[in-house]
Each structure stands twice: as C-alpha cells, then as structure tokens.
C-alpha cells in the first residue's frame, strides 16, 4: 500500500516593522492610529521607568522580589490594545504594559510585588486576574473564564499570557486541549523570551517553534515578532476575532527577550552571554517604535523629554500612594482566610497567640486591638 501525506501544515511569521527599521506598510497601515501610537508608546515609557524605579526600591529594601518586563513590553500592549476591554486578560507576571493599558493601577502592581494582597483585588470592571506566580496555573483559568462567556453567551473572550517555559507545564497542554476541544473563545500568548530564568529555551522544546505545539490541538497557530507592536496588534486581533465569531481558540508566539534579569532575585550574567543580550537590545521595541514615530513626524527630542519627566512623575506618585497605604489590620488573616472561627481560632484573632505551640494567652500583655468584627 502506498504511503500518503495525511497532515501538512506551516506556522507564518508575522513581522511588520522590523529592528532596522523597515515597515511593511500593506500589513501596518490602518492597524494603529498616529494618536494611539502616542498613547501605547507613553505606555511602554511609563512601563519602562517603573522597572528602573521597582528594581531600586527592591535593592533598597522598600519591596520584594520584581521581574522587570524590560525588552518585553510590545507584546503585551499590543496584546491589550488589540483586545476588547471587557475581554479577560489573565496574566503572567510580565505583562506591566499591557496591564496599565487595560487601567490597572500601578500602585496595585507595586503592592503586589510589597507583598500586600491588596494587590490582587483587582476591580471587577478591568476584566484582569491577579497576576500568577506558579507557573501555568493562569492558562486553565482562561481556558475556564472563556467557557463561562461561551455558556453565557458574552461574547467576550480570555487572552491569556505565559512564557515559553510554561509550555513545558501539564497545566498548559491541559488548557490548550481543552479549549481546542470545547471550542473555546481563548487566545493563548506565549511570550517566548528563551529563557525560563537559567534553562535556555532549546533543552524546553525540541521543535523548530513554540508555535507548532499547538497543531498537536487542532489549533490555529502563528509565530510573530513580539518586540513590534504592529505585527502583535495584527496577530492578536485576527486570533481575538476567531475566538469571539468563531470560538476557535489560537495559539500565538510572541518572540521577544528580557533584557533584565529573570527578576530581582536572579543574575542573568551567570548563566548568558553579554553579546546576546546586545543583539537584542538592538531590537529593544521602544527604540524601535520611537525610530518610527519620528520618521512619521509624530516625536522629537523636546517630546521626548517631556514624556520621561511625566513618566517620572507618574511612578514616583505611584510608589507614594502604595507605600501611603495604611497598614492592614492583622485580623485579616483570620478574616480573609476562615468562613467562620472555632474557639481556638477566635481566641488566636483576639490575642495573636496559641496554646498550640506552648503559648499562654494570658501572657499576651497587652492584647492587640481587634478591630471591626
Ligand atoms: C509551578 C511552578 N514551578 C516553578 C516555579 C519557579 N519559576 C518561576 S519563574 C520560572 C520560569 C518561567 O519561565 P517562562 O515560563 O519562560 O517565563 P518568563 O519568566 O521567562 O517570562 C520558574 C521555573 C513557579 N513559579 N511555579
Ligand atoms: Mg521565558
């Protein structure tokens, strides 16, 4: 019996304005309007200066650890500018970018990485999950909130982002299965940066792409440059119209870098080396998006400047407000964690202490105020 071809398939690569500058106009023209280049690109600045700011106030002993998103902040703006913003965005932890554009507050960001949980309470109306730490949990999630709209017939749809070491996570193959299967409403953004902190992305994945992982699901998969904003923006809305006409979820991978460390914790000059890390400055997506909005006449040196000194302002007044914040009561670990007390507990809340571990209650001298309930 002769053989025969029973699959063939090809992932495109999308880019539309490349790291020397080259536009492909016939895909990028009409994508982005000048006045929301300007927007995205104060976004990315912003985004930029906190990483220089968080890092800092990290070093400084004002925060804990913080990844910096530096290198990587097109894809997730492009991502969020692409969106609905009634769409769920359900982040990793380096999406700072796309994050302040769907108008999560920064001090919220900063809080988080302060290690207040107040952080995490994200308003309702931003349609944003709190940002996820353990790697890949967030996928299921999306794969879950995109089968609650589909149910609920919403029309709205989950984008959610992780890196490329989470796609050697089970909790990844089993989103990306599921949504294949149920025809769900999700689009999944891998932001593949090639590391996964000191494991370089060739021993993650023997495959020539990320993106390819996805034809295993019968998904629609696609690879683009994710230090250009246009060519994300073009990815993300084509995948977000699947998914929202025809809940048919994508798999993107957004190729971009981190030029930071893997976060505060980390020194990334252990383990790469300088001169990859210098070819991709080079493609650094603000250099690059700065580039072409001067040659469109859109910004100069004078705008420039005005821009960091507003960026300056903005973080500074950011770190004020969540380093402001009033201290929580220490009651709220009891509150936040237990529907109701039993007596040792009520008795734990009262004087923060327990015969469990051989403390007497009554030595607690004098007992903090409980307040409230
Ligand atoms: C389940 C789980 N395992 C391990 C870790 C520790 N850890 C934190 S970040 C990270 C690497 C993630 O790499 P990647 O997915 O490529 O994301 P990137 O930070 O490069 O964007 C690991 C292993 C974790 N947070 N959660
Ligand atoms: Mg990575």
Redo the contacts with the bound molecule.
Sequence with gaps: MPTKTVFKTEIEYVSILDEHGQYDPKLGDGLVPDEDLIRLYEHMTACRHLDEVAFKLQRSGRMGTY?QNMGQEATSLGAAYALEKTDWMVP?Y?ENAGLFWRGMPMEMVLLHWMGDERGNAIPRELFCTPLA????TQMLHAAGLAWAAKYRDEKRIACTF?????TS?GDFHEAMNFSANLDLPVVFLC?N?F???SVPGRIQCSAPTLAQRGLAYGMDCIQCDGNDLFAVVKVVREAARRAREENRPTFIEAVTY?LGD?TTADDARRYRDQAEVDLWKARDPLIRLRGFMKEKGLWNDSKEAELQEKAEREVAEAVQRAEGIETPPSTDVFDHTFAELDPQLTLQRATRRTTSIGQSPDAAAPAPAVDGH
């Design positions: 990844p990793c380096r730490i353990p790697i890949g992780f890196g490329d070491g989470a996570e932001q940066n590391w996964a902190i981190r893997h």
